[in-house]
């Protein structure tokens, strides 16, 4: 009851400021990695939403994950500072989120499924790849709740034409 509740506070504050981010994609692209507790490989997408803040991006992400005798389907809602640093093409950032994991897993033969909702933080860089308007980046993921307790990801942002 109390987690319904406050996904729904948070989502309330958190919509008008999405819907605006929502009108310009900056990027989108694919990320791959592995997670710990469950121990997963994962496949997902995610795209770097406009500004909602001087260098505060929303970036939600899909991920698929298998592994440890279970399947995880995740949605991550995070907003990332990013860093401005001179003399230096690459952008750490550093984030929060809301995740929502859908996990289906067989226990003793039997199919069983289970919905948890956690927070996470996030620590990252990108960098621009010479000669093509994309970039690579790295993060690590730790989760808070319910949620797996460490993400390592790496993927690649290919820019939307405005």
Same mark, same amino acid.
């Not at 621009?128 to 307790?149: A, C, K, Y």
């Given at each position: 009851?109390?987690?319904?509740?406050?996904?729904?506070?948070?989502?309330?504050?958190?919509?008008?400021?999405?819907?605006?981010?929502?009108?310009?994609?900056?990027?989108?692209?694919?990320?791959?990695?592995? #997670?710990?507790?469950?121990?997963?490989?994962?496949?997902?997408?995610?795209?770097?939403?406009?500004?909602?803040?001087?260098?505060?991006?929303?970036?939600?992400?899909?991920?698929?994950?298998?592994?440890?005798?279970?399947?995880?389907?995740?949605?991550?809602?995070?907003?990332?500072?990013? =860093?401005?640093?001179?003399?230096?093409?690459?952008?750490?950032?550093?984030? =929060?989120?809301?995740?929502?994991?859908?996990? #289906?897993?067989?226990?003793?033969?039997?199919?069983?499924?289970?919905?948890?909702?956690?927070?996470?933080?996030?620590?990252?860089?990108?960098?621009?790849?010479?000669?093509?308007? #994309?970039?690579?980046?790295?993060?690590?993921?730790?989760?808070?709740?319910?949620?797996?307790?460490?993400?390592?990801?790496?993927?690649?942002?290919?820019?939307?034409?405005?």
């Amino acid at each position: 009851m109390i987690r319904k509740f406050a996904l729904a506070v948070l989502a309330g504050a958190l919509i008008p400021a999405m819907a605006h981010a929502a009108i310009s994609t900056e990027s989108i692209g694919p990320r791959v990695g592995f #997670s710990l507790d469950p121990d997963q490989i994962f496949v997902g997408g995610q795209a770097v939403m406009g500004e909602i803040a001087r260098d505060v991006v929303w970036s939600p992400n899909i991920e698929l994950g298998v592994g440890d005798h279970q399947t995880n389907i995740a949605f991550n809602m995070d907003f990332d500072y990013r =860093f401005r640093l001179t003399d230096t093409d690459w952008r750490p950032y550093a984030g =929060f989120g809301l995740g929502i994991d859908f996990a #289906s897993f067989d226990r003793a033969g039997v199919d069983d499924s289970d919905t948890s909702v956690g927070g996470n933080f996030v620590f990252g860089a990108a960098v621009p790849i010479q000669r093509s308007n #994309s970039s690579f980046f790295g993060e690590l993921r730790l989760g808070l709740g319910d949620l797996p307790s460490l993400k390592i990801t790496a993927g690649w942002q290919f820019p939307m034409g405005h």
